[in-house]
Antibody
Framework: QVQLQESGPGLVKPSETLSLTCAVS?????????WGWIRQPPGKGLEWIGS???????YNNPSLKSRVTISVDTSKNQLSLNLTSVTAADTAVYYC??????????????WGQGTLVTVSS | DIQMTQSPSSLSASVGDRVTITCQAS??????LNWYQQKPGKAPKLLIY???KLETGVPSRFSGSGSGTDFTFTISSLQPEDIATYYC??????????FGGGTKVEIK
């Protein structure tokens, strides 16, 4: 059974960098699939942040592109997200999820439970 | 960027009713359209992928249709456990994903 678990600081100061990790169990992220990050501001809808293919190619939301870095630590089977220069607008529940098997980023079939990150001084 | 317009934003229906949600893409997305259910405090759950394919384990009262720019999600007989917010999501050949604004489904 594939499981994903996000972790990281729950509070980040404005202008600093938000850093989260997603521990994946039940599947090797270096083997196949896209792996991505999605966020949801309190009371609002879902926003795709970016995805990484198992080969290392990354794809980011154009609205966030210059602030987002997605990487993988294959030795730990973990996905990471760095979001720089955060503001209150980046306050959200952050999810990691598994995407398509091949071709395109596709459907998100396994999700973590999400972690709330608040940006505040 | 491809925009997804989902409607209605909310609806109220009785148990047993047929519920329909629509999603319109700003350009042709073939059948690259998925539907999710999200209950309060929980992660979204994939229900339908590639516009009309039912994810394993999802009840058959859920269905999807459409291609190109216009898509429909249907609950054939609304059940109390279906109370949730539903989202459409497209993906494109540039590996960009976009979600619709969501539809909150309530029991009348």
């Amino acid at each position: 059974q594939v499981q994903l678990q996000e972790s990281g600081p729950g509070l980040v100061k404005p202008s600093e960098t938000l850093s989260l990790t997603c521990a994946v169990s039940g599947y090797s992220i270096s083997y196949a699939y896209y792996w991505g990050w999605i966020r949801q501001p309190p009371g609002k809808g879902l926003e795709w942040i970016g995805s990484m293919y198992h080969s290392g190619s990354t794809y980011n939301n154009p609205s966030l592109k210059s602030r987002v870095t997605i990487s993988v630590d294959t030795s730990k089977n973990q996905l990471s997200l760095n979001l720089t220069s955060v503001t209150a607008a980046d306050t959200a529940v952050y999810y990691c999820a598994r995407g398509g098997y091949s071709g395109y980023a596709g459907e998100l079939d396994y999700w973590g439970q999400g972690t709330l990150v608040t940006v505040s001084s | 960027d491809i925009q997804m317009t989902q409607s209605p934003s909310s609806l109220s229906a009785s148990v047993g009713d047929r519920v329909t949600i629509t999603c319109q893409a700003s350009q042709d997305i073939n059948n690259y359209l998925n539907w999710y259910q999200q209950k309060p405090g929980k992660a979204p759950k994939l229900l339908i992928y590639d516009a009309s394919k039912l994810e394993t384990g999802v009840p058959s009262r859920f269905s999807g249709s459409g291609s190109g720019t216009d898509f429909t999600f249907t609950i054939s007989s609304l059940q109390p456990e279906d109370i949730a917010t539903y989202y459409c999501q497209q993906y494109d050949i540039l590996n960009s994903l976009t979600f619709g604004g969501g539809t909150k489904v309530e029991i009348k």
